[in-house]
T-cell receptor, first 110, second 115 residues
Framework: AQSVTQLDSQVPVFEEAPVELRCNYS??????LFWYVQYPNQGLQLLLK??????LVKGINGFEAEFNKSQTSFHLRKPSVHISDTAEYFC????????FGTGTRLTIIP | EAGVTQFPSHSVIEKGQTVTLRCDPI?????LYWYRRVMGKEIKFLLH????????ESGMPNNRFLAERTGGTYSTLKVQPAELEDSGVYFC?????????????FGNGTRLTVT
């Protein structure tokens, strides 16, 4: 069985500061990994995905994530956040179906 | 193109009543998924349609939930009778192909409150 752990339910960050949202997964087989974002009052939107190849994946809005197989992690990073990044972020792993984590609410402090 | 639309956006019903949620996928998307998020918890898979057929319904919580996709277009998710623990946000998503080959497009969700 596969699972996803997002340890941080809420992350407050000052505007223009860097941020890292943590994601760890467990799976007995090779997986595909995703980050989705949900802006207020909207549906989920794909930020980025790792299917194969380079372990550093770049997504929309300046976000990137690094797949680390030995640590079973897929942390999301952005070097400088903006007010518009305020949202909830979900990590997900795909084996037979897409399994989501519990989400991390990112709050940007002006 | 129009996105995935869900109706209603909010629904408040009493325990024991029936509610039907509707999802209109993006035109041409054969794959349709239902997910649910109970407050503060993970987004959980409910089921997956390919056209009008149920490909995987392993996430459906119990037989009070009935999903249909007649004609392979829009889908409905009926909860009858509703219980307090059914409260949450129900998301629908669609894709042209399976999970890894094409991205999922999500609707804005239906927030269901059972009182």
């Amino acid at each position: 069985a596969q699972s996803v752990t997002q340890l941080d339910s809420q992350v407050p960050v000052f505007e223009e500061a860097p941020v890292e949202l943590r994601c760890n997964y467990s799976s007995s087989v090779s997986v595909y990994l995703f980050w989705y974002v949900q802006y207020p009052n909207q549906g989920l939107q794909l930020l980025l995905k790792y299917l194969s190849g380079s372990t550093l994946v770049k997504g929309i809005n300046g976000f990137e994530a690094e797949f680390n197989k030995s640590q079973t992690s897929f942390h999301l990073r952005k070097p400088s956040v903006h007010i518009s990044d305020t949202a909830e972020y979900f990590c997900a792993v795909l084996n037979e179906k897409l399994t989501f984590g519990t989400g991390t609410r990112l709050t940007i402090i002006p | 193109e129009a996105g995935v639309t869900q109706f209603p956006s909010h629904s408040v019903i009493e325990k024991g009543q029936t509610v039907t949620l509707r999802c209109d996928p993006i035109s041409g998307h054969d794959n349709l998924y239902w997910y649910r998020r109970v407050m503060g918890k993970e987004i959980k898979f409910l089921l997956h349609f390919v056209k009008e057929s149920k490909q995987d319904e392993s996430g459906m919580p119990n037989n009070r939930f009935l999903a249909e996709r007649t004609g392979g277009t829009y889908s409905t998710l009926k909860v009858q009778p509703a219980e307090l623990e059914d409260s949450g946000v129900y998301f629908c998503a669609s894709s042209r192909q399976g999970f890894a080959n094409s991205p999922l497009h999500f609707g804005n969700g239906t927030r269901l409150t059972v009182t």
